[in-house]
């Protein structure tokens, strides 16, 4: 049985549809439905709409709509669950787990009892569901992380996080596609840039993807690290119907 | 020549804005824009522009630039203080709120604001800046948008499109500032339940102080700690402008333009658009309280806050106005239909 969603106003720009407030894949799917609903049934005055781990953010003109209006349409979009037809992409993406580009897999290993192959092991041999993409253009949060390495936050955290890094806290994984502060465990580093604005859609990766991290080391690193999005990203695409 | 304003100082942080980088906060890309919507929209009117030409957003010290075309207009809003305009041997000074035809090697100077944070420049025809992801705003943090991703500096050349020629006598508007009478509406929620009601009053019985650190993602508030019920991690979700967080500190910071697009801490309140320009022009050491309004009476003061503006457009008048002796006839319509091209979009 499913909760009924809350309708919470963000202001008087902005409605968050909230199925949950945790973090599971079965409300990540709820979320993923509305929002291609929502694009699907182009409501006038809809802006946008940003999909998180439990809910979605409809932004939306003040002037033309209102919250009332946009609940109403919801609901009937909520009680006819759009067919989308599945974009759900599966990515490789190339991991070197070595050295410098892994300055934490030693406390990681530690902190989980295991030794830093385990670690590396466990992190790359499953796959990952791309929950949301936020807190940086094109950050992933990807999920879920296996239980072994289900670590709080770092208690003193980066100030500068290396772009590339990937990462994991907290049950899931990340790949910090900017330098920016980060409190989260650095256990590899990719090659693969998730971000590029001179592109459209900017980002690699979208909501609803499936990633795979694989191990390669610094030669295979330093080599693919000298090519273009556009190359890389074919690389680390997998041809539909693979998966 | 290519018509363009040579940057001679750039001021202390002065970006290149529009409306802001709408449609891509589902992959992580904040919006950016004017922190002063309304004064950005109104430097555009004056000057002829649509609403959502890329303008010069100036904070706290402006720059000074060269003219280099046979003729522009240009506006600056958002302050009081006046331009200063030094051509042909003499030095003017002409009030905010009301366009300026310039030619060629004039050199223009926005002053130091003394009664707001940040002012806007608009030139006709707009600054020439290719959009990135449909918009020109700067985004210093992610380093695009703009003049390359960055605040002016001297030398810069700052594009100008060919149609910047302007029509018809300069305008001015009546001055709208509405200076920060310390009161900022807010919408109370979404994660208001992480929050004792002790601390909900207090959040709205608080002059809240403006600290050191405000910038154009958001301000950092000092005042009584807020306390949290139920921890302050919650999983990331959705922001919007305005949206007021309070981190394990407890004291709140309220999000701006350059906000990022979904986080981690409880909101306990967003401010509503129509305070928003107040926001971008409150400087660091002014206070504020905040007063709760319903979600449906947010939308009635956005939609009258609108309608009052286009209103104070269309009753833009020409400048030598008041020298004449009958300048009602030129007051109508007619005169200043062109000025808010786009309006309604």
């Known amino acids: 049985m499913t909760t009924e969603p809350k309708f919470l106003p963000l202001g008087d720009t902005a409605l968050t549809v909230e199925f ?12 993923i439905g509305l929002d291609a609903g929502l694009r699907d049934a182009a409501i006038d005055g809809v802006i946008e709409s940003v999909p998180t781990f439990r809910s979605l953010t409809i932004h939306f003109n003040p002037i033309t709509l209102d919250h009332a209006t946009l609940t109403a349409r919801v609901t009937v979009l909520l009680a006819h669950p759009f067919d989308a037809i599945s974009m759900e992409r599966t990515w490789r993406i190339p991991v070197c787990y070595d050295g410098d580009y892994a300055p934490d897999l030693s406390d990681v290993a530690e902190q989980s009892g295991l030794d830093p192959l385990a670690v590396v092991e466990r992190h790359a041999q499953q796959p990952y569901f791309v929950y949301m993409i936020g807190f940086l253009p094109g950050l992933p949060y990807l999920g879920d992380l296996p239980k072994e390495l289900d670590l709080p936050r770092r208690k003193n955290p980066r100030v500068r996080v290396p772009p590339g890094s990937v990462a994991i806290a ?16 650095l256990i590899g580093r990719t090659p693969v840039s998730l971000f590029s604005h001179l592109q459209a859609p900017p980002s690699l990766l979208a909501p609803g993807d499936t990633v795979h991290f694989e191990p390669v080391d610094r030669a295979e690193f330093a080599r693919l690290e000298s090519l273009e999005f556009d190359q890389l990203k074919s690389l680390c695409l997998e041809p539909e119907g693979t998966a | 020549m290519m018509a363009s304003l040579i940057v001679h100082q750039p001021g ?19 919006l950016a824009g004017a922190l002063d919507l309304e004064s ?32 522009v207009r240009l506006a600056l809003t958002g302050t009081k203080c006046p331009l200063k305009i030094a051509r042909a041997g003499r030095e003017e000074r002409v ?32 600054l020439a800046v290719p959009p990135i992801l449909g918009s020109a705003s700067t985004l210093t943090r992610a380093g695009f948008g703009g003049i390359d991703g960055r ?55 608080t002059d809240w102080e403006i600290s050191n650190d405000a910038d154009r993602m958001g301000i950092r508030l000092v005042g009584p700690q807020l306390e949290h019920t139920r921890g302050f ?59 709760s309004v319903s979600a449906d009476r947010a939308i009635e003061l956005r939609r009258e806050r609108w309608a009052r503006l286009r209103h104070n457009v269309a009753r833009a008048t020409p400048v030598l106005a ?24």
């Open chain 1, 20 to 31: 949950a407030e945790t973090i599971d894949r079965a409300t990540n799917a709820r979320v």
């Open chain 1, 170 to 185: 907290a049950g899931l994984s990340t790949i910090y596609p900017y330098e920016s502060p980060g409190g989260w465990h």
């Open chain 2, 12 to 30: 202390l942080y002065t970006t290149v804005q529009d409306a802001g980088r709408y449609g891509h906060q589902r992959f992580g890309v904040p």
């Open chain 2, 40 to 71: 950005f929209w109104l430097a555009n009117a004056l000057v002829g522009n649509p609403w959502n030409d890329a303008a010069l957003e100036v904070r706290m010290l402006g720059p000074v630039l060269e003219v280099c075309a046979d003729a």
């Open chain 2, 95 to 126: 009030p905010a709120y009301q366009g300026i035809t310039v030619e060629r090697g004039a050199m223009v100077t926005v002053p130091p604001l003394t009664d707001s944070a940040n002012a806007y420049l608009a030139v006709s025809g707009g």
């Open chain 2, 151 to 205: 605040a002016l500096a001297s030398g810069d050349v700052l594009h100008l499109h060919d149609d910047c020629e302007p029509d018809g006598p300069d305008l001015q508007l009546r001055d709208d500032v509405l200076a920060l009478n310390g009161r900022i509406r807010v919408v109370l929620g979404p994660q208001l339940d992480y929050f004792s009601s002790a601390s909900i009053d207090t959040f709205l019985q």
């Open chain 2, 233 to 291: 991690n919650i999983a990331s979700d959705g922001i919007a402008t305005g949206s007021i967080q309070v981190p394990g500190s407890g004291q709140p910071i309220i999000l701006l333009a350059d906000r990022q697009t979904t986080g981690g801490y409880p909101k306990i309140a967003t401010v509503i658009s129509t305070d928003l320009p107040l926001l971008g022009r409150a400087r660091p050491g002014e206070r504020l309280r905040f007063e």
């Open chain 2, 322 to 345: 008041e020298r004449a002796i009958n300048m009602d006839a030129l007051q109508g319509e007619n005169l200043v239909s062109g000025v808010w091209s786009s309006g309604d979009d």
